[in-house]
């Protein structure tokens, strides 16, 4: 029974790779989104929540069928200038799509352009090149009144040197909850958060202050006890940290951290340990377009505990065409006998596996199916089905190396940043339920 499962949903996976939307249903996808959009704010981020996802998902939908639809990148760029930040606020990349669009030699359409381009420069930081775009449209349309409303509201706000905000902290990847604020006088930024993670019952915190030399660049010094995504089978890190970042917001991302301080794993029956270790991240697109996407992140971590040294490897390989999505995951551990660190079983099914490892290995291909993407219901637009199969394992030499495999279904609700999944995992020893918050390449 449990093969015929298997196979069922592998043969569905493969065989409806030529599933495509009809070019007349493409239409009326972009017809709603406008109407979702178009809606007055102010409603509240549960009202965004349960339609803002649908919206994204139409455009989307739209541009991968026909990337030129130059109304449909508009609206997409408004979308990403007024979304919430937890649904997709980008202005960068809204920038990105109104810089390459053309000019219509319509009044009415340059004009959204122009708009678009001021508030996203705004909201980047770029409050001298908004005034440049409106200006330069005033040129030719000296009584456009779009414009000129736009332009009254960028120079009737005054800069402040010293803001503060508020942020959450969710749950994208780990089970974490919490809340900080930040504030920033010129380059200088402190910051204060403090988060509990559910899984492991650990409080964590951060006091730190940040510095920035140029939009993208970084430097950050503080005390952290924090989720530890560093050592693997450890739960916590707890010590000071100092961090060089370069982040483009288009998909470039780079880190060089510097660590000292204790680890553990929050069990009063196992000692933590103190470590000190230099680790270096590094992440960018391969390739990215409407609905496709290459990318790549690796990280390298290099220690010592009690004069051993230790490193530690992981590369992440994650694919999307349309609706298919894969993920290659590789990771090495190299380590003496004063630190047990090691990988967890990642094929979906196996979370109650015991299963430990030095050596990583996963594998994960899925198909998602749009259930009611035209629905005006709350929530229903952005909720899919879909199928999947994951195959790898953990191990710590060749003896000890066994593939597992499982196949699944399930249902999620797909967000631009996140996708909130509730699976049912096959296994050749069983079924088990999944539920995870899933993070995204966006």
């Known amino acids: 029974m449990k093969?015929?499962?298997?196979?069922?949903?592998?043969?569905?996976?493969?065989?409806?790779?030529?599933?495509?939307?009809?070019?007349?249903?493409?239409?009326?996808?972009?017809?709603?989104?406008?109407?979702?959009?178009?809606?007055?704010?102010?409603?509240?981020?549960?009202?965004?929540?349960?339609?803002?996802?649908?919206?994204?998902?139409?455009?989307?939908?739209?541009?991968?069928?026909?990337?030129?639809?130059?109304?449909?990148?508009?609206?997409?760029?408004?979308?990403?200038?007024?979304?919430?930040?937890?649904?997709?606020?980008?202005?960068?990349?809204?920038?990105?799509?109104?810089?390459n669009l053309p000019s219509f030699g319509d009044e009415e359409q340059d004009s959204l352009t122009a708009c678009r381009l001021g508030r996203a420069y705004l909201l980047d930081g770029q409050r001298e090149k908004a005034l440049s775009a409106l200006n330069e449209f005033l040129s030719i349309y000296e009584k456009n009144e779009a414009a000129k409303a736009e332009l009254a509201k960028i120079l009737a706000q005054v800069e402040k040197p010293f803001q503060v905000s508020f942020y959450p902290i969710l749950p994208f990847n780990e089970v974490v909850l919490g809340a900080g604020v930040t504030a920033k006088y010129r380059q200088f930024s402190p910051n204060l958060s403090g988060s509990y993670d559910l899984s492991y019952d650990l409080f964590y915190y951060n006091l730190s202050a940040k510095y920035t030399f140029t939009l993208p660049t970084w430097a950050e010094l503080g005390y952290f006890r924090e989720s530890n995504?560093?050592?693997?089978?450890?739960?916590?890190?707890?010590?000071?940290?100092?961090?060089?970042t370069y982040?483009?917001?288009?998909?470039?991302?780079?880190?060089?951290?510097?660590?000292?301080?204790?680890?553990?794993?929050?069990?009063?029956?196992?000692?933590?340990?103190?470590?000190q270790l230099a680790t270096v991240f590094a992440a960018s697109h391969l390739y990215d377009d409407w609905g496709k996407n290459l990318s790549y992140s690796f990280s390298a971590t290099f220690g010592t505990v009690e004069k051993e040294n230790y490193q530690v490897y992981r590369l992440r390989l994650p694919l999307r065409y349309h609706n298919y999505r894969g993920l290659l995951f590789l990771g090495h551990i190299n380590q003496g006998r004063e630190i047990n660190m090691h990988f967890n079983n990642l094929v979906r099914g196996y979370g109650s596996d015991d299963r430990e490892g030095v050596n990583l290995v996963l594998l994960c291909l899925e198909r998602s199916f749009n259930l009611f993407h035209r629905s005006r219901k709350p929530f229903l637009g952005a909720l899919q089905w879909r199928i999947f199969t994951d195959l790898g394992t953990v191990y710590n030499d060749q003896a000890d190396f066994a593939l597992q495999k499982s196949v699944g279904t399930g249902i999620l609700y797909n967000t631009p940043l996140f996708d909130i999944c509730l699976d049912l995992a096959f296994t050749e020893e069983g079924m088990e339920p999944v539920f995870a918050f899933v993070g995204k390449v966006f």
């Open 3 to 99: 093969k015929r499962v298997f196979i069922l949903l592998f043969l569905t996976l493969v065989l409806t790779c030529r599933v495509q939307v009809l070019a007349g249903e493409i239409e009326n996808h972009q017809l709603l989104a406008e109407e979702i959009l178009e809606r007055p704010s102010g409603r509240g981020f549960i009202y965004e929540f349960a339609y803002l996802p649908q919206a994204y998902l139409l455009l989307e939908e739209t541009l991968i069928s026909d990337p030129d639809n130059y109304n449909a990148q508009g609206f997409m760029a408004e979308y990403l200038i007024q979304a919430p930040y937890l649904l997709g606020h980008h202005p960068k990349k809204a920038i990105k799509i109104l810089e």
């Open 229 to 244: 995504s560093l050592h693997p089978g450890y739960h916590y890190q707890d010590g000071l940290k100092t961090q060089f």
């Open 247 to 275: 982040d483009n917001g288009l998909g470039s991302y780079f880190n060089l951290a510097l660590f000292a301080g204790e680890i553990g794993r929050g069990d009063k029956m196992k000692e933590p340990v103190n470590t």
